[in-house]
Every structure is written in C-alpha cells, then in structure tokens.
C-alpha cells in the first residue's frame, strides 16, 4: 500500500525525500548545537518562525495571493538567529536571556496573527505538527537547497565548528568564532525551517536534539556522533512517517516518539557497555 502510494501520488515522494533531507541535516547540525550546550536555540526559533507561519496564514487570507508560510517562516527565523547573536553580545554575561527573549516574541506574535487569522486551519495545524500530504514541489526544493547549504558548509568549516564547539576561547583568539557563530546560528535557523513542513514547528527541536542524545550514549568520538546521529534521525523520519501513513495522524509525533525509543533503547545498549569507536 505504501509503495503504491510513493508510485502513484507525488506528495508522497516529496515527503518522503523531505524526511529524508531532514533526517540527515537536523541531527548533523544538532550535534554541535549538543556539544556546545545550545539546544534551547533550536526552541527559541521554532517559536519564532511559528509566528512567520501565523504571518504568512494571516497575510494569505487578506490578500488577492497566497504566500506560502514556508518563505515567512524562514525570514522570521533568521531574523530571530540574528537577533540571539546581538543580544548575547549586548548580554555578555547573560547572553542566555537572549533565549526567553526570543521564544516570548515569537509566541507573542503567533498568537496576535493566529487571532487575525480567525484561528487554526488545517494547513496550519499540518504546520504545528506536521503533515505527509502539505509538502509541495516547491516545498521540496526549498528543503533541498537548504540541505545543500547545511552540508557545505560542514564539509568546508568542520575544523572551525570543531574547534568553536570544543575550545571557544582558543577559536576567539583565533578569530574565527563571531564568524563562524553568526553563520551557524542561521543555518539552525534554515534548519528548523526545512524541517517543520515533516516534523511540525513545535516538535522540530527534537530532531536536532534526540537523534544526538541517543547517539551520546553508544559512542566515544565526536566523528562518530555525526554518522550515528545522522543514522538515528534518518530511522526516526522513516519509521515516524510510515507509522503517520498507516495510522493516518500527524506524522511529527510518531518521528519523536520513534526518536524516544531510540534513546530508550540506548540506555539499555549503554548499560551493557556496548560504545562505537572510530578512528
């Protein structure tokens, strides 16, 4: 049935590519915002670009065109990657508050727009929680670039994030890492971005932290934290959105809930003493 389905109906092949772009580039990403003790970031601007989504819904039912809430909600969330940057440097010894900050605006606008809006919508709750059927071909080829840029720039600047994320204040002597940091920082943001369309824009942090997570506990170098987690988030995605198929509900729970018992089951892999190593 389901392969019937990816032969005969188009959306079901975008979805199922999109998962897969997704489940590779959230985890890779994920990994160092893990490392570095960021994962609040990645809530922070899911919030944010749920209110682009609001915008761009509101903005579609007053104008003569329909603007799809993908481009807003990328535009709000490099907005609000931007803006984290600037307030941990005007907060330098609080730079965390530039978190709250950020995820209040964002849930302060959801609401204002989401009232204009005259409330939920269908396309809006495929938002939210993710949808099988909402990923258009444009959708795709958003996703698509997105996942080029992501894979890009960690192949040229793996040495520069690996040193950030490890040794920040050799990286600052260095001068590399306000660079490196802001570029980073928006590319979470396209991340978060592509990702919601699959996952849903309040379940899309867990694909950029679970994945890693479970990978943490069967591994003991950080190359290896990559390729697991990659692994992890890939098998989440399929099996998450499979499951949404046959079950006919959102498929952003079952990607998380699949992602769960991946770490679950690390635990019980951890404690038998079972790591992976590589050169």
Known sequence: MLIDALQNYAFMRYSFISG?????????????IVVRRLSL????????????ITLGVYLSSILSFTINPLITATLFSIIGAVGIEKMRTVYKHFSEISIPIIMSL????????????????????GYLFGSISAVTKNDLFLISCIGVIVITFVYFLYKEMFLLSFDEEYS??????????????????????????????????AMMTLPVAAAI??????????AVSILFGEISVILGLILGFYLNIAPGGM??????FILSMTF???????KMNAE
């Open 20 to 32: 897969l772009i997704v489940g590779c580039i959230a985890p890779l990403l994920g990994t160092f």
């Open 41 to 52: 970031i990645a809530d922070a601007l899911s919030h944010i670009s749920l209110g682009g």
């Open 106 to 125: 964002g849930i302060a606008l959801s609401v204002i727009f989401l009232s204009l809006a005259n409330g939920f919508n269908q396309d809006l709750f």
């Open 172 to 205: 600052e002597v260095m001068k590399i890492s306000g660079f490196i940091h802001f570029i980073f920082i928006v590319l979470v943001a396209l991340v978060i971005s592509a990702s919601m369309r699959i996952v849903g824009t309040l379940l899309v942090s």
């Open 217 to 226: 506990r069967v591994t003991s170098s950080f190359k290896t934290l990559i």
């Open 255 to 260: 990607i998380v809930l699949v992602a769960i």
């Open 268 to 274: 019980i892999v951890n404690r038998l003493g079972v």
